[in-house]
Every structure is written in C-alpha cells, then in structure tokens.
C-alpha cells in the first residue's frame, strides 16, 4: 500500500482530453473510515521524510483527518517536530482569532495539539493591508521550503480546490479572488448568515498545487458527488479546477461511499 502511495505513474495529458485512470481511488465506507484512512497515509508520508512539507487544507472535511492525526500523535507514533505547513488559503479580510478564520481552525484542531513548531507553521495573513506581497511572500516561502512535498486537498461542491473558483482562466500563482455565489453560500454555514462570510480570499495558485509531489483529496458526502465525478470522469476543464488533479501524477483519492456515487 505505502509502496502504491511513494510510486506513482507519469502520464501525458492535454487540457481538454479525457481524465485518465491511473489515479489511486481509494473508497471508504464512511466519513470516519476516509478520515482513518487518510491520516494513515498523512502518518506515512511524515514517517518517510520527517522533515516532509505538508500542504493543508481546511473545511469541515479534513476535520476528522486532524482528530485521527492527533490520535496517532498522542500514541507516540508520530513525529511533528520537523514538519513544515502551508495552509491552502484564508478570507480576506479576516483576523486570526475570528473563529471561522482559517488560522483559528489550523491552530484549535491541530496545531496546538501537536509537537509542530511555530516557526514552521506558515499561514496566509486574512488581515494584510498588501495582499499582493502578502501572496509573492507565501510563493517565495513554499520555493524557499522546496516546494509541497504532500498537499491535502477537500473539494468545494463547484469544484473548487483551495479557492481557486470555476472561471474561464485560473490563477498559477497565490492570489486575491473573488469568491462565488455558489461558495459563499455553501461555506455561510459557518457563519450567521450569507452576509457574514468574506467575499473575498486568498488562495495558493494552481500551479502551487499541481507542483506538490503527491495529492491527497478527500471528499465525503452526497453533496459533493457531482463535483468527484466532474474532477475524475469530465475533461479538464477550467470551470472545474478539480479536474487539473487529473493531470497530476501521483494523486490519491480517498472518499467515502456518498462521494462516490455517480462514479463511473
Ligand atoms: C472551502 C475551502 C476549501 C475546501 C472547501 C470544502 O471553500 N477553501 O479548501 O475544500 O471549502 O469545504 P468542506 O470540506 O467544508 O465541504
């Protein structure tokens, strides 16, 4: 399985083909096996390099991912000492201890319960007066850190990852975006209401992410169905940026039943 995982096959496709196959799909019962499952390969991966770059996610997806880390952690399993992280993306404009900030989240579910030290803790600052150089600053550090070593991705029900939206052109480097109708609604859950949620963020770029040696996306649930199927059966395709994952050549796919129910 951890051979499967490290390997991974290189494969040759054009935007606009077909999505291959020779992704790793890994199907899971349920919710609390995909997120075993997933932080067993997480575990894996920082057991093969210690020192391993992780790319996170946020979302209400990974959650469980982070308990089962945390888990493996207090058992002495696992070491966090020599991690180093990068958050995918944060709201703009939002301050880090507003809880549905995405460095509240980092930090209340995993990061303070963990060995990881601060000074490899890398977070993009919703407050920033300069985003601009906020975003140069975050790709400069993930080259300074030799690039994403593993990236741990959710999927938006458009077809989001990180948050970079459906659109005619996708951004390769961080940036500021605006977001959509459809996030904003999905993501108001958190918030008291659609008006509360940021309408805008920033996200690491595509590039960033299909740069990561290896991908791990998760999904779980009904609702994200359509958006599994249009990332790993439909062609790559800008107005689904999950679908780029299919370019990729070590992607692994660990979802739950629900996800992949109108899999080919
Ligand atoms: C947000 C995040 C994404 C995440 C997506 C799905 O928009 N920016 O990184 O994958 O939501 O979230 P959830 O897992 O809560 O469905």
Redesign the pocket.
């Known amino acids: 399985m951890l051979e499967r995982y490290l390997s991974g096959v290189r494969k040759n496709i054009q935007p606009g083909d077909k999505g291959g196959n020779d992704m790793q799909l890994i199907i899971e019962k349920n919710y609390q096996e995909m997120s075993k499952k997933a932080a067993e390969l997480v575990a894996s991966q920082i057991t093969f390099d210690p020192a391993s770059v992780l790319g996170l996610?946020?979302?209400?997806?990974?959650?469980g991912m982070y308990n089962e880390l945390v888990k493996i952690f207090n058992k002495g399993e696992i070491d966090f000492s020599e991690v180093i992280t990068f958050n995918?993306?944060e709201y703009y404009k939002i301050s880090p201890d507003n809880k549905n900030s995405?460095h509240y989240y980092m930090m209340n579910n995993f990061f303070n319960k963990i060995n990881i030290k601060g000074a490899n803790i890398n977070l993009l600052d919703g407050m920033t007066d300069k985003p601009q150089q906020e975003c140069k600053n975050y790709d400069r550090e993930i080259k300074r850190a030799g690039g994403i070593d593993l990236q741990i991705?959710?999927?938006?029900?458009n077809g989001?990852?990180?948050?970079n939206e459906p659109g005619d052109k996708l951004c390769v480097e961080t940036h500021l975006v605006d977001?959509t109708e459809e996030?904003i609604k999905?993501?108001s859950?958190?918030f008291a209401n659609c008006k509360k949620v940021p309408k805008r963020?920033i996200?690491v770029g595509m590039a960033t992410i299909l740069k990561a040696e290896k991908i791990l996306l998760?999904?779980?649930?009904k609702?994200?169905a359509r958006a599994v199927k249009k990332a790993v059966n439909g062609y790559v395709d800008t107005k689904i940026p999950a679908s780029f994952l299919q370019t990729h050549p070590h992607l692994t796919m660990v979802i739950d039943e629900e996800a992949a129910l109108l899999l080919d």
């Open positions: 996610a946020t979302g209400s997806t990974p959650l995918l993306d995405y991705l959710g999927i938006g029900p989001h990852i990180g948050f977001l996030t999905a993501n859950r958190f963020a996200t998760l999904a779980s649930g609702k994200k």
